[in-house]
């Protein structure tokens, strides 16, 4: 058969680690596809000095890329929205197939560009887009594809992991942690998207569509980052068998669908919890399958690069045959809307940390706040004032409850004589 | 499109299980297929009280099944090597893709059977023949397709996790462990497949050809079981800092591939070291993805079913067009021979126990005798005999080392006047 030429668009560390795993490995991937897959364009504003492109057309101009008779698929790694957005639709329009690592992009603009594709006949694939290496898109799009999906949950952003489990191992705080990440080159200088979690909601968005058939709608995912997580809480966790992770859970029930990114207590029982570092993991759930869980590096030029090129030997395989033999683009055929619930009407279990005055009758007021509201108490640790200070700790975990009982809860707390300061709030996922 | 028709020879535990997926899931997997996946015939010598048949057609003959005019798709759930192959090579014979769960039948003869299917341009899919509801042979045969497959690992036999998992969790011996495996259903009353390493080198040898590309050659794959591991090395190992699972392992190496399944000792900070009870789960590094992990279900009516169901999804999208848009059987189109290494060939790391009597200068003979081999010692414990015993245990964990000149340094120790007894030795991996 005929090779499969491909234009790369941005040679940076994931556009770099595209074309070298495509000229390390050729002969392996030609083994698999049944063809080879060449580089037939690269377009970028300056050379990666990690390439060897001697041999290469190289352009500074993306469209020209998407516009090339001779490509028949590109690879979108320049990032951002605009350009990006516009270089696809440009591909589309030139009946060329799409492979992007662009999170932001597919999350944002998702739908709108499947729809181009799809009535052009061609495919807009985004395997690298989640969890880096980790084959995740393809293990809900097709390997749990016999299974209604109860819900995902995945620690999908690497930097997040890796200033929380810094935290943990050597108790640090996370703004210390966070500046050696930025020297390490794991964060940004401006780290508000991996930390905020708007990252990780990004993913989450992508995954919740092909986990449910429902449209990508970034804007309904509830985003709340690690910034005020303390050393203190990564403690009481320990101390009560969980360990804090960021992230993106969403769940199938029957009022609705939950969307949301936040730090969370983990039972460290759950394989997912030895999940350090900057490896990424995504657990799903289905109503055959049960729980299923993978693990992998969510980011660097090698493995992005691994699901870049395996979106490549797919296309290799069905490019020249009708486009209904390839997945459809969020998984179903038909894409239904379902509501995204507001957190105010999400049901999860909680870790409570309060700053009370040491003083008779302050559990039982709290307790009373909260069994009032119909809230169960799980675990609880109170903690003395240390030497010296006057404000004692109470850490309480409850039973699964609605968020906005919760709310109503912790504003009496934090209306008592007693309480000191702001209450804590972590939620509580048993991913059982 | 027109339905998919679906015969099912087989109504045991998972062929009940397929039946009531197709039939829950059936609205879900319409819509993620693009069309009806409808059960057109079932096969069973007797019925299924989990199963709603009144309304399907029913016969006591496999082969009627795999003769039916009507029938696009055969799933083979029989199980065993006879009448399962001959099935099998029929519904092939008479132009049927088939889905299968039988990993015995696809280590033993999947070569014939795969070349007949390619003869006749129809698919043999496998995916539920190992580790269950995992999405495994999709992500090693698709996901990781840009990868040169380094090595892989996994805990592939879900009664061998039980034991040895109830076995350091509450201190028990193998025996009692078994008996209760055997009462809960999780082991079969002769449990010599799964205890003794042969269903995991079924699933080893499928994983192993699709990782590199080479034959199916169950019978070069070394097999070593778990009935002679001992409390004492599980309490040793945990000392160590390490668990002991019934792996089964396979590196590609320069002079050929390893292919083996025995206990071994892996870091207790993995998060496969957590992958308890009846779970399996698999490690696959990669030369651009580095290492990922898949974990779930290894058995069971519902997660066998979701790799069943997910295989015959994969062929309602895909069983209209050419034969080039599925994937190869073996992951390869083209398959290379190369050479399985002979187990003494193997390099790995070791955990020896020796049992000593308590005298001076012994550790130092032992010692000799393995830095004489170039077997260098990693870590050492040295216990005091007990109270009222005579005998010192030392135990020993080295670097990675030629299987023979372990043999050989064995051989030694045994053969000194203070040892007594055999040494025991548990192989070590990594796993980083």
């Given at each position: 058969m005929k090779p499969v030429k491909v234009g790369i668009c941005g040679l940076g560390t994931v556009g770099g680690g595209t074309f070298n795993v495509l000229a390390t490995n050729a002969q392996n991937i030609a083994r698999r596809a049944g063809r080879e897959i060449i580089v037939e364009q690269v377009a970028a504003r300056s050379l990666n000095p990690a390439c060897d492109t001697s041999n290469t057309k190289v352009t500074d101009d993306v469209f020209a890329v998407a516009t090339n008779p001779d490509v028949d698929v590109i690879v979108e790694?320049?990032?951002?929205?605009?350009?990006?957005?516009?270089?696809?639709?440009?591909?589309?329009?030139?009946g060329k197939h799409v492979v992007t690592a662009n999170k932001a992009l597919i999350a944002v603009h998702g739908d709108e560009i499947f729809a181009a594709a799809e009535a052009k006949g061609v495919s807009v694939m985004y395997e690298a887009a989640v969890a880096g290496g980790i084959p995740i898109i393809?293990?809900?799009?097709?390997?749990?594809?016999?299974?209604?999906?109860?819900?995902?949950?995945?620690?999908?952003?690497?930097?997040?992991?890796?200033?929380?489990?810094?935290?943990?191992?050597?108790?640090?705080?996370?703004?210390?942690?966070?500046?050696?990440?930025?020297?390490?080159?794991?964060?940004?200088?401006?780290?508000?998207?991996?930390?905020?979690?708007?990252?990780?909601?990004h993913k989450l968005t992508i995954l919740s569509s092909i986990a449910y058939g429902i449209p990508l709608q970034f804007e309904r995912c509830y985003t709340e980052g690690i910034s005020k997580i303390t050393r203190e809480d990564v403690e009481f966790a320990e101390e009560l068998g969980y360990r804090i992770k960021h992230l993106g859970v969403s769940r199938q029930t029957e009022k609705g669908i939950d969307l949301r990114v936040h730090p969370t207590l983990i039972p460290e029982a759950?394989?997912?919890?030895?999940?350090?570092?900057?490896?990424?993991?995504?657990?799903?759930?289905?109503?055959?399958?049960?729980?299923?869980?993978?693990?992998?590096?969510?980011?660097?030029?090698?493995?992005?690069?691994?699901?870049?090129?395996?979106?490549?030997?797919?296309?290799?395989?069905?490019?020249?045959?009708?486009?209904?033999?390839?997945?459809?683009h969020l998984a179903f055929d038909k894409i239904e809307d379902v509501q995204v619930l507001p957190i105010e009407e999400v049901e999860t279990a909680y870790y409570l940390r309060i700053q009370v005055q040491d003083k008779a009758g302050v559990l039982a007021s709290v307790a009373t706040i909260l069994s009032e509201r119909g809230i169960n108490i799980e675990a609880i640790i109170q903690k003395e004032p240390k030497e010296g200070e006057e404000l004692a700790q109470i850490i309480l975990l409850t039973h699964r409850i609605q968020e906005k009982n919760m709310n109503a809860a912790i504003a009496a707390i934090e209306g008592l004589d007693s309480t000191v300061g702001s209450v804590t709030r972590i939620r509580v996922e048993q991913l059982a």
């Open positions: 790694l320049i990032g951002g929205y605009d350009v990006a957005k516009k270089l696809v639709l440009t591909a589309i329009e030139n393809k293990a809900i799009r097709e390997g749990l594809a016999a299974n209604r999906i109860n819900w995902l949950a995945g620690i999908i952003n690497g930097t997040g992991n890796f200033i929380l489990t810094e935290m943990r191992d050597k108790g640090r705080d996370f703004y210390d942690v966070l500046k050696e990440a930025q020297e390490l080159g794991y964060a940004e200088a401006d780290p508000t998207f991996d930390v905020e979690g708007i990252d990780a909601a759950r394989p997912i919890a030895k999940v350090d570092g900057v490896l990424n993991a995504v657990m799903v759930n289905g109503n055959a399958v049960g729980n299923t869980l993978y693990v992998g590096a969510g980011a660097g030029a090698g493995p992005t690069a691994s699901a870049v090129v395996a979106d490549l030997v797919d296309l290799a395989r069905t490019m020249d045959a009708d486009a209904s033999v390839r997945v459809n």
